[in-house]
């Protein structure tokens, strides 16, 4: 049985591979899958040398949800019964990508609203591609936005001030 684990790693993607190859597979080959929790955390245990944070924090994860997706496929349910929920209806919203032309913004955004999302998670820094997808959106739409850090806190701090402006 195969599971898919993904991992966000900005430009560490081939790190966080190597270290799921070399650090994280071998503590994990022949070990109870059943007990994530348990194992995961003997692996992160075995491994703190390394530090929290990183390629190693990133393949860890990977493999963690690679384990509950295992998990799921075995049990034939879905993830969500197994961790003991699972809502008939479940509020979402469109995570966008940082697109930073504002037209594509535009187009993102339409193409988001037409197939049902009221609520959009934007990743853009630039103030012109956060009004193109408000100006694209219009008032009935909440807009989030996560700029991924690019901003300190005291040049978020007055956007945050004057944000009925753009968004």
Same mark, same amino acid.
């Given at each position: 049985?195969?599971?898919?684990?993904?991992? /966000?790693? @900005?430009?560490? &993607?081939?790190?966080?591979? #190597?270290?799921?190859?070399?650090? !994280? +597979?071998? #503590?994990?080959?022949?070990?109870?899958?059943?007990? =994530?929790?348990? $194992?995961?955390?003997? %692996?992160?245990?075995?491994? *703190? &040398? @390394?530090?929290?944070?990183?390629?190693?924090? @990133?393949? =860890?994860? +990977?493999?963690?949800?690679?384990?509950?997706? !295992?998990?799921?496929?075995?049990?034939?349910?879905?993830?969500?019964?197994?961790?003991?929920?699972?809502?008939?209806?479940?509020?979402?919203?469109?995570?966008?990508?940082?697109?930073?032309?504002?037209?594509?913004?535009?187009?993102?955004?339409?193409?988001?609203?037409? %197939?049902? /999302?009221?609520? $959009?998670?934007? *990743?853009?820094?630039?103030?012109?591609? &956060?009004?193109?997808?408000?100006?694209?959106?219009?008032?009935? !739409?909440?807009?989030?936005?996560? &700029?991924?850090?690019?901003?300190?806190?005291?040049?978020?701090?007055?956007?945050?001030?004057?944000?009925?402006? /753009?968004?």
């Amino acid at each position: 049985m195969t599971g898919w684990g993904e991992a /966000f790693g @900005f430009r560490a &993607v081939a790190s966080a591979k #190597l270290a799921i190859d070399q650090l !994280i +597979a071998p #503590l994990c080959v022949g070990q109870d899958a059943t007990r =994530i929790g348990p $194992l995961m955390l003997d %692996v992160q245990k075995k491994l *703190h &040398v @390394f530090g929290r944070a990183g390629a190693l924090a @990133f393949g =860890i994860s +990977a493999v963690d949800i690679a384990l509950w997706d !295992i998990a799921g496929k075995a049990a034939k349910r879905p993830l969500c019964q197994l961790l003991g929920g699972g809502a008939a209806d479940i509020a979402c919203y469109a995570s966008m990508v940082r697109y930073s032309d504002p037209s594509l913004v535009r187009r993102s955004v339409r193409q988001a609203i037409d %197939v049902g /999302f009221g609520t $959009l998670k934007l *990743h853009e820094i630039e103030l012109s591609a &956060v009004r193109a997808a408000r100006e694209e959106a219009g008032p009935d !739409i909440e807009l989030t936005l996560d &700029v991924n850090c690019p901003w300190t806190l005291n040049e978020a701090r007055p956007l945050r001030r004057n944000s009925r402006q /753009f968004v």
